[in-house]
């Protein structure tokens, strides 16, 4: 069974490198909304859909002053090819070691076609600005997932504002 973070824990911590080389971590998103979501393989069918999804979505996010990240055994140069396949605008990061998916207990028994595997279980995870799960997403299917993260989003920060004065 695997160990998901849950809402009102702190973030599991992260730092990994992104399409551009660069390290990312969850301390790079303080005091801001984060999008986290963990997607099995680039340029495949429901994972280039998610991703062109959050794209499309990018400004009302960043409307709501939340980063868009995405998580995925893939290296680097991978990530590259597929956001300039895609014209992506989003940040992608190379967990090829599966750490950060461990962390987030995404990594785990797949079945395709007959075949057990170990990968990674679709997941988003809505991270607040003090580093709290907001919201989780589990087994994900795509198919008006970004709207619903979107949703829950700006549901959240209505409320935070009213609550706790978040920007």
């Not at 605008?89 to 797949?110: N, R, T």
């Amino acid at each position: 069974m695997s160990n998901f973070p849950k809402i009102g824990e702190p973030a599991p911590n992260f730092a990994a490198k992104n399409q551009k080389g660069e390290t990312v971590s969850l301390s790079d998103f303080n005091a801001q909304w984060l999008v986290l979501y963990f997607y099995p393989k680039d340029n495949t069918p429901g994972c280039t859909t998610e991703a062109i999804d959050f794209t499309h979505h990018q400004a009302e996010f960043d409307a709501l002053g939340a980063t868009i990240i995405g998580v995925s055994p893939d290296s680097e140069k991978s990530h590259c090819k597929f956001i300039e396949k895609h014209h992506l605008s989003l940040q992608l990061i190379s967990d090829e070691d599966h750490q950060v998916a461990e962390a987030y207990g995404v990594w785990g028994l797949k079945k395709f076609m007959g075949k057990e595997y170990m990968g990674i279980i679709r997941s988003t995870f809505l991270i607040d600005p003090d580093g709290k799960v907001a919201e989780t997403w589990t087994k994900v299917k795509v198919k008006n997932h970004v709207e619903g993260v979107l949703n829950k989003l700006q549901e959240l920060k209505g409320n935070s504002q009213q609550t706790l004065g978040y920007p």
